[in-house]
Nanobody
Framework: VQLQAFGGGLVQPGGSLRLSCAAS????????MGWYRQAPGKQRELVATIAAGLSTNYADSVKGRFTISRDNAKNTVYLQMNTLKPEDTAVYYC?????????WGQGTEVTVSS
């Protein structure tokens, strides 16, 4: 099983980034996919999830700015991040979950700074 996240980088406040996470070794369409983040000195926190049935869930801090989506044909989940703020700076991790099975990607770093 491999979850490979990419798309992070340095962006100015107010800018946008799109993260991608490509999964292999799992029945992707069955999995709830999610993005989590961990800022320096803080615990990892939920950003957004998208279920197999396409229902979504967002942290209050990103509602209206971030959009999670998935492409089951490409085994890929995306996180479109708009109107980025310095407090969005973190390492972003991809997660796949199905019943008791859960897998994590390696993380991609997002830095929001002028």
């Amino acid at each position: 099983v491999q979850l490979q996240a990419f798309g992070g980088g340095l962006v100015q406040p107010g800018g946008s980034l799109r993260l991608s996470c490509a999964a292999s070794g799992i029945s992707f369409s069955r999995y709830t996919m999610g993005w989590y983040r961990q800022a320096p000195g803080k615990q990892r926190e939920l950003v957004a999830t998208i279920a197999a049935g396409l229902s979504t869930n967002y942290a209050d801090s990103v509602k209206g700015r971030f959009t999670i989506s998935r492409d089951n044909a490409k085994n890929t989940v995306y996180l479109q991040m708009n109107t980025l703020k310095p407090e969005d700076t973190a390492v972003y991790y991809c997660n796949g979950r199905f019943w008791s099975e859960a897998y994590w990607g390696q993380g991609t770093e997002v830095t929001v700074s002028s």
